[in-house]
Every structure is written in structure tokens, then in C-alpha cells.
T-cell receptor, first 114, second 112 residues
Framework: DADVTQTPRNRITKTGKRIMLECSQTKGHDRMYWYRQDPGLGLRLIYYSFDVKDINKGEISDGYSVSRQAQAKFSLSLESAIPNQTALYFC?????????????FGEGSRLTVL | GQQVMQIPQYQHVQEGEDFTTYCNSSTTLSNIQWYKQRPGGHPVFLIQLVKSGEVKKQKRLTFQFGEAKKNSSLHITATQTTDVGTYFCAGPITSGTYKYIFGTGTRLKVLA
């Protein structure tokens, strides 16, 4: 089983709909992140959380919100989806106690907004 | 804001040829990480460099961190088809933090 699990893996929705992408992890890491991947643009940081009571905006937070329901769960919401939010979304975790800050990624959630 | 750029964006090589991707930051980085993403997969951590001028090797992969800590490179010797994928560098937004921003990536294709 994957250590970082994202649901759904694929989702097609319409403009204006509310969408939630969920991420859960069994690695026991404190830090969790949401990234968005678009061709030619690499991975861009949307939000990150260093513990349950800590939420921070990343590079491109407009149009997104997050919730850290527990140490193991970090959800990303699009309150009113628009077509330019069509992308591949990755959740990632890292260990506060590691020396490298290595990021562990989930398998990704592909979102299409029509 | 801080930017991390990579060149080239794409590279096609014949199997057995060498490959290099370059990463350049607009600001000094406290460290730099490299990730590999196979087609259809997710990024996987390869290595972290911390010291100015640092060079690390992993089999056929050689990673360098520039003296000014604003650039880095990944060199693959004698590419194999298993090297196919996109290579990303990533640096912390703010020195000493764990908020990483990623470079634009270099997509490598290896022709057998």
C-alpha cells in the first residue's frame, strides 16, 4: 500500500463546482504539501502545513483552500472550479526530523474542469 | 519572487550518450534537491546537496552544487532507457526552511 494516498485519482467536473482532493499518509510525517503540475511549468506549491494547527500559502494559493483535519490528513478544496485549474495535483509529506527535508509524493490526482 | 529555472526543457539522446540538465536560481539557496519523475509517475527524491561546490555521485549520475549556491547540475553518463523521465531541481523558498519550490524540469527521452 502507498504511504501517501490521494483520492480521487481522476476527476472530471464542470466550471463552478466545488471539488475536494484528499490526501492521507501513514508515514507519521508532520509536514504536508499540495503541489500543482502543469506541462512546462514544473511543480508549483499551493499550500503547506507543518503541523495540524499550521496552514501556509504557497506560490499559487488563489482559488484554493486547505484543511488539515489530522496529522495524517490534508485536503485541498476548489470552492468554484474553473478550467485553468485543470492540472495534475500532488500531495507530499516530509519528516521534520530528517536531515534532508526529502519530499514523499502521492500518486497524483488528475483534475479536468470543463 | 524567487525563481528556479532549468535548461534544457527537453532532451533527446541516443542510448549510451551523456546528458546534462542545469538548474539556476535567482537567489542563493541553502540547499538543493533533485527529483526524478518517470512518465505517468510521481516525483521521487534522488539527492540533496548542501555545501558550496559539493559534488555527489550515484552510479552514473553526478550532481554538482555551484560555488555561489545559485546553480546546480545533474549529469548522466552513458544513458540507458531506464533514465527516461523528467528531472526536477528544488530549492527552499526561504533559506533554512522546508518550503520547496521546483524548477521547470528537464524531460529526457532516450532512444534505443
Amino acid at each position: 500500500d502507498a504511504d501517501v494516498t490521494q483520492t480521487p485519482r481522476n476527476r472530471i467536473t464542470k466550471t463552478g463546482k466545488r471539488i475536494m482532493l484528499e490526501c492521507s499518509q501513514t508515514k507519521g510525517h508532520d509536514r504536508m504539501y499540495w503541489y500543482r503540475q502543469d506541462p512546462g511549468l514544473g511543480l508549483r506549491l499551493i499550500y503547506y502545513s507543518f503541523d495540524v494547527k499550521d496552514i501556509n500559502k504557497g506560490e499559487i494559493s488563489d482559488g484554493y483552500s486547505v484543511s488539515r483535519q489530522a496529522q495524517a490528513k490534508f485536503s485541498l478544496s476548489l470552492e468554484s472550479a474553473i478550467p485553468n485549474q485543470t492540472a495534475l495535483y500532488f500531495c507530499a509529506t516530509s519528516d521534520a526530523g530528517s536531515g534532508t527535508g526529502e519530499l514523499f509524493f502521492g500518486e497524483g490526482s488528475r483534475l479536468t474542469v470543463l | 519572487g524567487q525563481q528556479v529555472m532549468q535548461i534544457p526543457q527537453y532532451q533527446h539522446v541516443q542510448e549510451g550518450e551523456d546528458f546534462t540538465t542545469y538548474c539556476n536560481s535567482s537567489t542563493t539557496l541553502s540547499n538543493i534537491q533533485w527529483y526524478k519523475q518517470r512518465p505517468g509517475g510521481h516525483p521521487v527524491f534522488l539527492i540533496q546537496l548542501v555545501k558550496s561546490g559539493e559534488v555527489k555521485k550515484q552510479k552514473r549520475l553526478t550532481f554538482q552544487f555551484g560555488e555561489a549556491k545559485k546553480n546546480s547540475s545533474l549529469h548522466i553518463t552513458a544513458t540507458q532507457t531506464t533514465d527516461v523521465g523528467t528531472y526536477f531541481c528544488a530549492g527552499p523558498i526561504t533559506s533554512g526552511t522546508y518550503k520547496y519550490i521546483f524548477g521547470t524540469g528537464t524531460r529526457l527521452k532516450v532512444l534505443a
